[in-house]
């Protein structure tokens, strides 16, 4: 990989007791696409703020290039940021938006409007440039913000959730948009979401975050194939857990089952999570089947049905193109791939039962329900925002 | 019931403008006695333009509701941004700090404040401390309060990232207030700017115990006339000042529909946004 650029040392964030960040530790390589994936309330949008400059954190320190930078304001920062909700200057019209960093730096007029206009070109704003920024689009908008941090040709880009506010299409859209930028520009984008679909499409790297701590780190793959722990493998994608017992390197026992896996170097007869995502299941006749339970619930997906299957009680999720009524009995097969094992971690237990399962799961993505997260209340409690 | 409510509406307006109206209606009477309209005539008026006694007063009303209403508009937007910044518990103290003095009995601000002047003046050793200074300063103070109750309001409806996207593209705080922040607060700091402004020009219990009489203005001086039979060219002169007042709150209440116009619009913007998209 390229050479570090950002790195978090012990980085801690407390506002007044509350503890918003535990002891992080991270870093960020050049011409890196890595996402802060975690639910509101995380910390994530908090880390980005600290390297941002907005925030200082509690403890720690903010190495940039390997200089500390804890105390240096944003205005000197070599990183600009695109704010979730844009944040453009309402009295300035869009070419004076994105000049405005420019001007700052009191470049001459020529230059300034050179690259203006390149980078409306780049963000398919040409002849925008009159409009007054409440004449745009939110799509539109969201371009005018990414061209106005990115015109000052930052060594780093922060993105706070800058396709929050986006309807599904158009989201879809901008994220090959972003991507397409980042590899065109060659430089390192910070990105924070919600959205696990968002960060595994985009990203190279993806650290998951949950109450204040990094989970896991490892690429889209790596997170989706191997999550380390129960929050992990329910916060990306769907997944079965299961309480299992670890007989020996690569035997797992759940359901009074002994299963072969490909997991290895677990204690012996160590209690494990099992993680068995839904796709990976495959249905076959109840007398070929290692498992048998009963369909409970159907729902039609679009590209699968999401099937309920009652096993002794515990109740799975699978995802299977093929129709099985309600009420009709079934087999499953696992084979060895298709089990993960992970160690028990503060999570187990709380994830990957399906007996309370609605159809109403994915409805958190919903694209009208702004986030008016818990992160905002922190901001509320440095200041930025009161309580109406 | 429609009907009953119109005509109460009616009826308050009616109390509460036909003192007004009386008076203007007099101050167009060529007679002395406003209870019978002799004719109508400007003498009144010409009278009034004619005064050398009144006319200079109300240029010194004006020139303290003018330097009173400059320095509390600057002290109270900067004394708003600071409350802003703090905490959100220690704001709410802060904020209800500054509105005491709101509710303050105007009286009580007024012999206060000329206590305070009379303990500054026997330290200092100045005889008659009361005058121009004391006078300025006692209209600053009753003024602060209502513009940081003007400015606070669109400080909150900012947006808090804009601020932080003018610090992120490069900006000093300070040229992130004067490039960005100012340009959302305007509409706050005029409005506030404004009321500071007809609160001082037309401020009589305050005034009356703190000025001196080397500096009167005419509030005061009206106080005084009303011990002695109301000469018409009074009437004059308050119309003349209910006309000024009036058309500086319309002017006040405007800029705020304008104002409310833009947010909204801009408000629908972000939503169509959000809805279609690009």
Known sequence: MSKELIRLVNCQMAFDDEIVLDDINLYFNDKEFLTLLGPSGCGKTTTLRIIGGFIKPTGGDVLFDGVRINDVPPHKRKVNTVFQKYALFPHLDVYENVAFGLRLAKLPEEEIDERVTEMLEIVSLKGFENRKVSQLSGGQQQRVAIARALVNRPKVLLLDEPLGALDLRLRKDMQNELKR??????????????????????SDTVVVMDKGRIQQIGTPEDIY????????????????????????????????????????????????????????????????????????????????????????????????????????????????????????????????????????????????????????????????KDEE | MKNFNKVFTVIVLLFLYIPMIVLAVGSFNSGMDIAVFKSFTFDNYKELFRDSVLLPLLLNSVIVALL?????????????????????????????????????PEIVTGVSLALLFAFVGTMMKINNILGFATLLIAHITFNLPYVILSVMPKLKQMDPNLREAALDLGCTPWQAFYKVVIHEITPGIVSGALMAFTMSLDDFVISYFVYGPRFVTLPVEIYNYTKKPLQPKIYALFTLLFAAILIVMVLMNLLQERDAKRSRENRRAFRRGKKVGA
């Open chain 1, 181 to 202: 930028i980042q590899q065109a520009m060659g430089i390192t984008f910070i990105y924070v979401t919600h959205d696990q679909e968002e960060a595994l499409s985009m």
């Open chain 1, 225 to 384: 194939n191997e999550p380390k722990n129960a929050f992990v493998a329910d916060f990306i994608g769907e997944s079965n857990i299961l309480d299992g017992i670890m007989l020996e390197d690569r035997l797992v026992k759940f359901f009074g089952r002994k299963f072969k896996c490909v997991d290895f170097g677990f204690e012996k007869n160590e209690p494990v999570d099992v993680v068995i995502r839904p796709e990976d299941i495959d249905i076959v006749a109840p007398d070929d089947g290692h498992l048998c339970g009963t369909v409970t619930s159907v729902t039609f997906k679009g590209v699968h049905y999401d099937t309920i299957v009652d096993f002794k009680g515990f109740k799975w999720l699978i995802q299977t193109t093929d129709f099985y009524e309600v009420g009709s009995y079934i087999g499953i097969r696992l084979e060895p791939e298709d089990i993960h094992i992970m160690h028990k971690s503060e999570y187990s237990g709380m994830f990957g039962d399906y007996s309370s399962y609605s159809a109403e799961y994915d409805e958190m993505d919903d694209p009208d329900l702004y986030p008016e997260d818990a992160e905002e209340s922190e901001e509320a409690s440095e200041g930025g």
């Open chain 2, 68 to 104: 009173s209403s400059i320095f509390a508009t600057i002290l109270g937007t900067c004394a708003a941004l600071g409350i802003h910044s703090m905490g959100p518990r220690l704001r709410r103290f802060t904020m209800g700090v500054t509105n005491i003095p709101l509710t303050n």
